[in-house]
């Protein structure tokens, strides 16, 4: 992540490589910036559109050495939300690969909307450079923000970005070096240096404490399961969120193969694991007054000599006993053993993450993730996910869909019919969670993108953190 830091030195005199100015949506371009730089939008046809980004040399009287220009999409900064905000100067500096240093203005915004800028423009400069050979562009280096008389609240921002970022990492990673052992051994390192206890159950731990969800998905892989619990507990702590993410570390769908096209970015279906864990990290890191509990169910799900088979009966570790009818239903599966602990732990409010079905992607697309759940906790994630800025849409639980999930030879089966399979598969995560304030948060489509917008470039996208770490933050008084 860029070094970012706030200084009081005017937008036109500023040493940077490149100056970031905003632009207004207008019939004549309205840069909020040095005058200079208003004859040069006018000369290209910026329009401040949102995503407009354009790059010209800097004009006379400007000390960098060019300027960026990138559209707000509103026609006056009072109407710019903080997302408008995140979303235009992110796309700025994702631009910006390989330049050793940038400055970011906001003439006449607020605190609170500089904030936000810096928060934007730093999850812009993220790239994942880890495997490739030679000498690659590497993120923008360096982040001034522009903020004269402005005390803008960087250090919460450099926080969150580095949870998001976290995220993407860890998501990005590929499978063949990120495997539940290794996850496992990467939360240990990354709590290392905070007040969090860290607990790793390996295979046989797992198979001795019951959680047969876990253990039959991860039966078909070389390389055993793992269950990942992390707890921040700070003294005086007066609410308690658990959290659970399932952490697929690579899903070929075991037995009931997926199709080979696009299977290669089942690399991802670990996002809510990483979520889970990143969103803790920061609650810590920010000294909040909420104790947060994390599960990270991992495992491989391979077609291997072991693997579980369509027909199987697993008990879970509720002892409740499922049908596995298709084995490419299998995060709902290790995501039920964890839920059953987390539960167990009595917090006052539990979410669980999850790439976790393509019919939230039919029914979503691919930009909006869906919240379900019990309706306080199903609101609270809503409210939190309008102020991070993230979009999410709540899906019912229809009664009528429940009967679907019944057994023939055990008490459930582990996918309903094919119609509203979301929501099956949130109504089968139900039977887990008992009489407790729980959300389910289906970010299957929004996880990973196939195209750039905003400050999120192609791959990894670490949405839902900023919504999972809201919640927390809310939790407080």
């Given at each position: 992540m860029p070094d970012i830091n706030l200084?009081?030195?005017?937008?036109?005199?500023?040493?940077?490589?490149?100056?970031?100015?905003?632009?207004?949506?207008?019939?004549?371009?309205?840069?909020?910036?040095?005058?200079?730089?208003?004859?040069?939008?006018?000369?290209?046809?910026?329009?401040?559109?949102?995503?407009?980004?354009?790059?010209?040399?800097?004009?006379?009287?400007?000390?960098?050495?060019?300027?960026?220009?990138?559209?707000?999409?509103?026609?006056?900064?009072?109407?710019?939300?903080?997302?408008?905000?995140?979303?235009?100067?992110?796309?700025?500096?994702?631009?910006?690969?390989?330049?050793?240093?940038?400055?970011?203005?906001?003439?006449?915004?607020?605190?609170?909307?500089?904030?936000?800028?810096?928060?934007?423009?730093?999850?812009?400069?993220?790239?994942?450079?880890?495997?490739?050979?030679?000498?690659?562009?590497?993120?923008?280096?360096?982040?001034?923000?522009?903020?004269?008389?402005?005390?803008?609240?960087?250090?919460?921002?450099?926080?969150?970005?580095?949870?998001?970022?976290?995220?993407?990492?860890?998501?990005?990673?590929?499978?063949?070096?990120?495997?539940?052992?290794?996850?496992?051994?990467?939360?240990?390192?990354?709590?290392a240096d905070l007040p969090v206890e860290v607990t790793v159950l390996d295979e046989k731990q797992l198979a001795d404490g019951g959680y047969g969800g876990i253990v039959g998905v991860g039966q078909g892989s070389s390389r055993p399961p793992r269950l990942v619990r992390l707890?921040?507990?700070?003294?005086?702590?007066?609410?308690?969120?658990?959290?659970?993410?399932?952490?697929?570390?690579?899903?070929?769908?075991?037995?009931?193969?997926?199709?080979?096209?696009?299977?290669?970015?089942?690399?991802?279906?670990?996002?809510?694991?990483?979520?889970?864990?990143?969103?803790?990290?920061?609650?810590?890191?920010?000294?909040?007054?909420?104790?947060?509990?994390?599960?990270?169910?991992?495992?491989?799900?391979?077609?291997?000599?072991?693997?579980?088979?369509?027909?199987?009966?697993?008990?879970?570790?509720?002892?409740k006993t499922v049908e596995v009818l298709n084995t490419d239903a299998e995060g709902r599966m290790v995501m039920a053993d964890a839920l059953v602990d987390a539960v167990a732990d009595g917090p006052d409010l539990v979410m669980d993450v999850a790439t976790l079905t393509g019919a939230a992607i039919v029914a979503l697309g691919k930009r909006t993730a869906a919240v379900m759940g019990t309706e306080d906790a199903r609101s609270t994630v809503l409210a939190a996910a309008e102020t991070a800025g993230e979009p999410f849409w709540p899906l019912p639980f229809p009664a009528e869909l429940r009967a679907d999930l019944d057994g023939r030879i055990s008490d459930l089966k582990n996918i309903g019919d094919r119609w509203g399979g979301a929501l099956t598969a949130g109504i089968f995560l139900q039977e887990f969670v008992g009489e407790a304030a729980w959300a389910h948060l289906d970010i299957a489509g929004p996880s990973f993108a196939s195209s750039a917008l905003g400050y999120m470039g192609k791959g990894a996208t670490g949405m839902s953190v900023r919504t999972v770490l809201q919640v927390i933050e809310d939790q407080v008084g």
């Open positions: 200084t009081s030195v005017s937008p036109d005199a500023v040493d940077a490589d490149v100056l970031i100015l905003p632009v207004l949506k207008a019939e004549e371009p309205v840069v909020l910036g040095p005058e200079a730089a208003a004859g040069a939008a006018a000369a290209i046809g910026a329009s401040g559109a949102a995503d407009e980004v354009s790059r010209i040399p800097a004009p006379a009287r400007i000390a960098a050495s060019s300027v960026v220009l990138t559209g707000l999409g509103v026609a006056a900064l009072e109407d710019a939300s903080a997302e408008d905000l995140r979303r235009a100067f992110g796309a700025a500096t994702r631009s910006l690969a390989g330049v050793a240093s940038a400055a970011i203005a906001l003439p006449g915004g607020t605190a609170e909307q500089l904030a936000a800028a810096a928060e934007g423009a730093l999850l812009g400069a993220y790239a994942f450079i880890a495997h490739k050979s030679g000498e690659p562009k590497g993120p923008l280096g360096a982040i001034q923000v522009l903020g004269e008389g402005i005390d803008a609240d960087l250090e919460r921002s450099r926080i969150v970005v580095d949870a998001v970022n976290l995220t993407r990492d860890l998501v990005n990673t590929p499978p063949n070096l990120l495997f539940p052992a290794e996850f496992a051994r990467r939360a240990q390192e990354a709590a707890d921040y507990a700070p003294a005086g702590a007066e609410r308690h969120v658990a959290l659970v993410g399932k952490g697929i570390t690579f899903d070929s769908g075991g037995i009931s193969l997926k199709p080979g096209p696009g299977m290669e970015e089942m690399t991802s279906d670990m996002t809510g694991a990483a979520t889970v864990l990143s969103a803790l990290l920061a609650a810590a890191r920010l000294e909040l007054p909420v104790r947060v509990t994390s599960y990270l169910a991992l495992a491989e799900n391979l077609p291997g000599g072991g693997a579980q088979r369509p027909g199987d009966v697993v008990t879970m570790r509720n002892g």
